[in-house]
C-alpha cells in the first residue's frame, strides 16, 4: 500500500505522541522531508504538518493507537550508535592495531590514535593489537617500551595481545626473499647521495637490473654482515618514474649494526616501516590498519605490497595528525629541549605527553573524549585544547575534594564572636566532611585585602560576615547575615595552616616557536592543614583558585600542580 504524505504525517504524528505524551511540527517535518525533499518549502505542508498535530495532540491515548493501527504498523529502523564507525567492518571480525615505536614517550597524538583503534574494535566487538614497531635498534630502548606499557594501562586500554616486531625478523627476511624471487625487489649499493638524485630525476640505478641470484647473493651478505652501515639497502622495484614519490623504488631493508635492547648484536639488517607493517598486519590478521595522514602517499606501496606477497587486502585508514600550538611534538625536540635543561623530563607538566599529562592531574577519561571527538577525519585543524581542559574539569568537579588556599598571606585579627570550629563538606554531592578549628587570627591573601575599601562588608567565606579594615588588619563580625551579593574570601586558620606551592603552567614555546622562559610560575601560599592527609598523586580543588595534583611533600611544603 502507498501512503499519501499526509498519511506519513499522521502517522509519524500518532507515534511521536505515544512515544512522548504529544507531538510537535518540528518534530514531524524533518522525518517527512527525507522521503519527501519534493515537499521543501511548500506552505500547504507546513500548515498539514501543524493541523494534523494540533488533531492528534486532542486524541486519547486509546484514540491514538487505534487510529496508528488502522495505519498499519512503523518500521522503526534501529541505529547502532558506535564510538567509531570503521568501514566494510564485521561483527566480531574487526582487528585493528596500535604499533607505537619504542624510541621516546608517548604524547596525546599516540593516544588519540590509540583510542581510536581501541574504540573502533570494541564497537564492532573485535579486537586491538598493541605491537611494538622495534626496527629501528638504534633508537629503540627498553626505558620506552616500559613507558608505553605504563600509558596504555593507565589510559585503560586492554589490548588482546603485545607483540614485537623485532621476533618477526627472520619471517621478514623471508618474504624480502619472495621479493626478490619475484623480481619485485633489489639490494643497492649506490650511495645515499646517488639514491636520492636518482629518485627525485626519476632515474632508475645499474642495480635495479641485477639477477635474481645475484639480488639473493647480496641480501644474504646484507643479512650476514658484509656490509656496513649505508652500504647497502633492499629497494622494491616499483616504478622509477611515478607520480607518487613513495612509488619509486623505496627502501625496504636497510643494513644497522647498533645493538638492539632486545635481539642485541643477533641481526645486522633491520626491515623498513614500510615492509615491516604489511606484513605484520597480515600475519596478525589485522583487518584495519588506523595510521597517521602524514603516511597516506605511502598507501599505495602498503597495498602493492600485500598484494606482491599474496597477502588479502587490508582496509587502511588515514587519519589527521594532532596538530597543537605551543607544545613540542616530536620527540627530537622534546628531546633536544630536555638535554638543553630547558625541560624538567618526558614527564614535565609543560608537555603533552602521557606522562606529563598523568603528572598534571589530567585524568584519562578526559584523553579519551577528547580523542574520539576527532573521529577518523583526514581533515587537520589545530586542536582547541580547551576542549580537553574542559573534559577534565567536568570529570574532577563531579568527583575530587576541595580545599582552602591563600596566595601571599597576611595575617588578620578578627574581632568578635566566631564558633570554635567549621565543619565543611570535602565535596557539594556527599556528605563527609573536614573540620577546620577558628581562631581570632587568620590569614587572607594580599591581594583580597588591597581589593577592598575599609568599611566594606564582606565574608569569609563559610564562616562570617565582617567589616574589614585592612589598613589595620583587623576585620570586626558584623551583625548581618546576608550571603547573597557580598564578596567571598578565602581565608585559613593561622594554626591550621600548612605551606604550599602551586606550579602554574603555560605553553611551552612562543608563536615564533621559541621556549617561553615563563612557562613555569610558582605560587607560593598557605592551605588549610587538612591536605597532611592527602597522597602524592592526589587531585583536589583549592577553591577558587582551581584543580591542583599535589606532586611531592619537600622541605615541610607540599608542591602542587595545575591541572586544569
Known sequence: MIMSWKDEVLKAALFNALKYGKTEPGRIIGKVLGKHPELRGNKAFIDAVKEICAEVNALSPEERKAKLSSLGPIKQEKKIQRAVNLPNAEEGKVVTRFPPEPSGYLHLGHAKAAFLNYEGAKAYNGRMLLRFDDTNPAKAKAEYEEAIRRDIEWLGIKPASISHTSDKIELIYEKA??????GKAYVCTCSIEEMRANRQRGRACKHR???VEENLELFDKMLNGDFGEGEAVLRYKGRVDHPNTAMRDPTLMRVQKAEHYRKGTKYSAWPSYDLAAPIMDAEEGVTHAIRSKEYELRGELYHSLLKDLGYQPIELIHISRLV???????KRDIRKLIEEGKLRGWDDPRLLTL?????????PEAIRRFALSFGLGKQENVADLERLFKENRKLLDARVNRYFFVDKPISI???GELPKEVSLKLHPNRDEKRTLPIENELYISEGDCKSFIDGELIRLKDLANVIVDCENRVFRVANDNRVKGLPKVQWVPKSFSTPAELIMVRPPLKADGSFDENSWQTVEGLAEKNVEKLKIGDIIQFERVGFFRLDERRDGKHIFIFSS
Not at 626473499?177 to 619475484?182: D, F, G, P, S
Not at 606522562?355 to 585524568?363: C, D, E, F, T
Request: hydrophobic share 30%.
Open 209 to 211: 637490473e641485477q639477477s
Open 355 to 363: 606522562s606529563a599529562l598523568r603528572r598534571r592531574g589530567i585524568v
Open 324 to 330: 597543537v600550538t605551543g607544545y613540542p611534538m616530536s
Open 177 to 182: 626473499r619472495e621479493l626478490i624471487k619475484k
Open 413 to 415: 585579627k578578627v574581632e
